[in-house]
């Protein structure tokens, strides 16, 4: 998508796109978008809500799991801060920097087993099972679940990104009954039998918040967004990361050579190539950006991968270079929405790296791979699907 946003830039700081999202705003300008993310009365999430792009079809009883909840990701204050407030108390920096010891050891016993493969996938061996291991056992799911999980976590998006019907229809809609009909018990138990994991947490603020304020059905919300929220991002951060250092060796190198540079690393990976490239936004009252009057009812998209390569913000921004001072990127968003997983995906990728590096001199595309990679489907998701290394 690069070339293709150095050329909107090229055009002017907002384009209407006649099509996407049946017309749409597009911003491609870093101070643009952080204006925009500043004011989220007159830029509401509303359209980050997963129900509202899903398609009919999907019948109402599966819908209702998405449309009926209060949504952390799709609300504005006050409800926004009383929703914040609650994860946030069971979703601390600190208790995710408790965890870096068990996700190292998670990294050790993947990167061990994808190694003795002389050929592996990074994606599927690596990058895909860690986030969800990880999130799954946070939440305190059972360990012979988390392949459902991680089924169920991508039909959810699936359905999400869905355009009419299509033959898949029947696998999402089960996969979405069944996903919620183990969070009603998981969610059942722990109120009867408290544990040391983050869907307790969730019950116990639920508990202490004002008599209602919570219904079963924003509690399934909430845990669904966590555990949904970091899978594909995650994966695509590691993924996007490995793919920037394939293609710029001298990076490798350094890395290599100095490995206390890794959490600069994986900013600059944040930056240089979005896990999420987009976000949408809902204009509430005429306005204006950039000088460009924009109405009412308008819808805008936020090109994060855009903004990460503004020349005004990042010199020389088409360059990997993980000595960059890298400040202020929008790769997790900015303002009010700012990730809540940021902590626990900075973590999982610094890791994951520093591990690899531990083990591997040095790392190939396996042949036929590098010139043809696989990118998922999704419109404002971007990761390689497979990447096949030797
Ligand atoms: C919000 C990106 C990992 C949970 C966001 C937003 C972005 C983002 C851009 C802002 C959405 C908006 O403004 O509309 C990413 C990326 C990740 C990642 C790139 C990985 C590299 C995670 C993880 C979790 C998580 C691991 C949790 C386990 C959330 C939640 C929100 C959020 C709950 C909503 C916060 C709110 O609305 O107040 N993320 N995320 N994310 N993220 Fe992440």
Known sequence: PYPYYASLREAGPVQFHETLLRG??????????????????????????????????????????????????????????????????????????????????????????????????????????????????????????????????????LASAM??????????????????????????????????????????????????????????????????????????????????????????ERLAANPSLMPNAVEEMLRYDSPAQALIRLVTDDTEIAGHPIPRGARVLLLLGASNRDPRRFPEPDRLDVTREVQSHLSFGHGIHFCLGAPLARIEAKVVFEELFR??????FAPGQESNIPWSAAFLIRGPKSLRLT
């Not at 946030?88 to 208790?95: D, E, H, K, Q």
């Not at 919620?180 to 918040?209: F, G, K």
């Open 24 to 157: 749409c705003y597009v911003l491609n300008r870093h101070e643009d978008m952080v204006a925009v993310l500043k004011n989220p009365h007159l830029f509401s999430s509303k359209l980050m809500a997963a129900g509202t792009t899903m398609p009919k079809e999907l019948g109402e009883d599966a819908l209702r799991y998405f449309l009926e909840p209060k949504s952390l990701l799709a609300s504005e204050p006050p409800l926004h801060t009383q929703l914040r407030t609650l994860v946030s108390r069971a979703f601390t920096p600190r208790r995710v920097a408790e965890l870096e010891p068990h996700i190292r050891e998670i990294s050790r016993e993947l990167i061990e087993a994808m190694l003795a493969k002389e050929e592996f996938d990074l994606i599927a061996d690596l990058a895909m099972p860690l986030p969800v291991i990880v999130i799954a056992e946070m939440l305190g799911v059972e360990p012979e679940r988390r392949l459902d999980f991680k089924r169920w976590s991508d039909d959810v998006l």
């Open 359 to 364: 083990r591997v001199r040095r790392v190939a």
């Open 163 to 252: 355009q009419g019907t299509g033959k898949d229809l029947p696998r999402l809609r089960q996969s979405i009954l069944d996903l919620h009909a183990y969070l009603e018990s998981a969610i059942e138990q722990r109120r009867h039998t408290p544990r040391n994991d983050l869907i307790s947490a969730l019950v116990e603020a639920s508990q202490s918040a004002e008599d209602g304020f919570l219904t079963p059905l924003d509690l399934m919300a909430f845990t669904r967004l966590l555990l949904i929220a970091g899978n594909e991002t995650t994966t695509n951060l590691i993924g996007n990361g490995m793919l920037g250092l394939l293609r710029n060796p001298s990076e490798w």
